[in-house]
């Protein structure tokens, strides 16, 4: 089923100002507000459930960056892709409740994406010390492909299972390190009507895809005894500004409440 179309209709957050000294480095001291959203008025975006929904739309428009591509032939093609949705289930362990004043944050901490196997420019071994590349694991699917018996040196066996795996993550603007900085960012939210409905909630983001635009990287697992699984998860890094980001309940409703990024530094 195809995924639906909807309206963009959120008000933008203001910048969140980052406390960077003049005297650090060129990178940290030209940075003097961090902001990961984009004016999304009038856009239009995909509603995407699984993983797989957004991997097909790179493969709609010829897939990962080949080995002999360049980046301006790469992002020619990147740029069709369009607005999305992905929302991700909100934890109850995630939910700081205060009981003296009803207080309830749900607090969802950023990773760096280089970590995962994200790189800004393709192709580069390791990861660039000088930023943090904020990242969210927005959805993740795994499938059973197969199985077969197998049997290690000692003459053990087991019935291995292979499975195929999708991660998503959405990767955000980079945030400049310094020697007086390391960041710690996260989407704080409102979580007090969550918390008075007792309902099960999604943090949705509405993404809107700028450039390098995707990155791709594979990793592969070998069986043992006591985890008798072979599989291959790929990993979909989508470099996005965000258009809106919300809580809602099982049914998409919005939940109230203010949403924020902070660069935590």
Known sequence: MPPH?????????????????????????????????????????????????????????????????????????????????????????????????????????????????????????????????????????????????????????AVVEIRKADTVHLVLDPIFKSPLTFPHPYIEADARSLVAARQKAFLCVTAIPTAPFYRQSVFHSSPTLAHPYEGEVTHHFFRVKIGGIRLTDDKGNTIPGQVSVSPGV
């Not at 080949?66 to 999305?84: A, G, H, Y």
């Not at 660039?128 to 199985?147: C, H, N, T, W, Y």
């Open 5 to 157: 179309v909807r309206q963009l209709s959120f008000i933008l957050p203001l910048a969140v100002l980052v406390g960077c000294s003049s005297g650090a480095g060129t990178g940290p001291a030209q940075q003097v507000a961090y902001s990961p959203f984009a004016d999304s008025r009038g856009l239009t975006f995909n509603k995407i459930a699984t993983p797989s929904d957004l991997a097909k739309m790179v493969d709609d428009i010829g897939g990962a960056q080949q080995k002999f591509e360049t980046d301006v032939d790469f992002n020619l093609r990147m740029k069709k892709l369009k607005p999305f949705e992905v929302c991700k289930s909100v934890s109850e362990s995630s939910v700081k409740f205060d009981s003296s004043t009803g207080s309830a944050i749900h607090k969802e901490w950023l990773y760096d994406a280089q970590i995962s196997g994200y790189r800004e420019k393709n192709g580069e071994t390791f990861s660039d010390p000088a930023v943090f590349m904020p990242g969210l694991d927005a959805s993740f699917g795994s499938k059973k492909i197969g199985e077969y018996a197998g049997q290690n040196s000692f003459g053990a066996t």
